[in-house]
């Protein structure tokens, strides 16, 4: 069974950096493609980024291009995937959610991720 865990969200001030993780196991996470979404209060669910399987491009919503970078370590057994956010805002305020599809592309879309983790809260204060 696929399952994704998200860490590293927190508290902090804008412009400052954070780290987000997603620890997948149950699946070859190389010929996944993987995405992170956010969901603001109020507000629906947006992709953030997101990298197809081994090979695969990277893709960035425009709000975050420059300031994020999404990595993956799917060579090693950690299959992890990380998205490095620096100059937070405090429009970044939402909770984070890692997504996984077999065989994606890095689909901007939610309806392209069969699976999904339960969220990091990250909170921005100006």
């Known amino acids: 069974q696929v399952t994704l865990v998200e860490t590293g969200g927190g508290l902090v001030q804008a412009g400052d950096s954070l780290r987000l993780s997603c620890a997948a196991s149950?699946?070859?996470?190389?010929?996944?493609?993987m995405a992170w979404f956010r969901q603001a209060p109020g507000k629906e669910r947006e992709f953030v980024a997101a990298?197809?399987?081994?090979?695969?491009?990277?893709?960035?919503a425009d709000s975050v291009k420059g300031r994020f970078t999404i990595n993956r370590n799917g060579v090693s057994a950690d299959n992890t995937l990380t998205l490095q956010m620096n100059s937070l805002q405090p429009e970044d305020t939402a909770v984070y959610y890692c997504?996984?599809?077999?065989?994606?592309?890095?689909?901007?879309?939610?309806?392209?991720?069969?699976?999904w983790g339960r969220g990091t809260q990250v909170t921005v204060s100006s």
């Open positions: 149950g699946g070859t996470f190389t010929m996944y493609g």
């Open positions: 990298v197809g399987w081994i090979g695969g491009g990277t893709y960035y």
């Open positions: 997504a996984a599809q077999p065989g994606g592309r890095g689909s901007r879309e939610e309806s392209g991720y069969q699976y």
